[in-house]
């Protein structure tokens, strides 16, 4: 079982997270932490529209935890607000409620759908997940109140 979990392709993404760091100019930023495990994710980014224009994170969890920051990093720029919103939904059932993995370019996260079976890993795999759907509540947040504050008074 540990075999399937810990493959040779999860250990892969999780040696090679692209867009590590931080992003100074970033709309917003959100970190996700599980006590249970001690992994932490923040993710950094920016918006133009309701599209994900630049993306950072630090990651600092276990291989299970990296590989799915490794493939949100791959995937997150150009991805929609409601696309990632949508791909959090989906990881939680399919690690939580034996829900089948996301499709089409987040295919790859299939590769984590045999850590099903420990629940204490749930916790880092998500903290991606987490993290980017605070963020992006955050960014819309923001983004809302520039509006109003740039609003002419009183129309």
């Given at each position: 079982m540990l075999n399937?979990?810990?493959s040779r392709r999860i250990l892969e993404l999780a040696a090679?997270?692209?867009?590590?760091?931080?992003?100074?100019?970033?709309h917003a930023s959100a970190r996700a932490h599980s006590k249970l495990c001690g992994s932490t994710v923040t993710v950094h980014l920016k918006l133009d529209g309701n599209v994900v224009s630049a993306f950072a994170h630090e990651v600092k969890a276990c291989a299970l935890g990296q590989a799915s920051s490794s493939i949100m990093g791959r995937h997150v720029v150009g991805s929609t607000v409601?696309?990632?919103r949508a791909l959090r939904e989906d990881m939680h059932r399919m690690l939580k409620d034996g829900g089948g993995p996301p499709s089409g370019k987040w295919a790859e996260l299939a590769l984590l759908q045999p850590a099903r079976e420990?629940?204490?890993r749930h916790a880092s795999i998500l903290l991606t997940?987490?993290?980017?759907?605070?963020?992006?509540?955050k960014a819309e947040a923001a983004g809302a109140e520039q509006a109003r504050i740039a609003a002419p008074l009183g129309r």
């Open positions: 399937d979990i810990y090679d997270i692209p867009l590590q760091g931080t992003l100074p100019d970033a409601d696309e990632l420990l629940k204490a997940f987490d993290a980017v759907a605070e963020a992006l509540a």
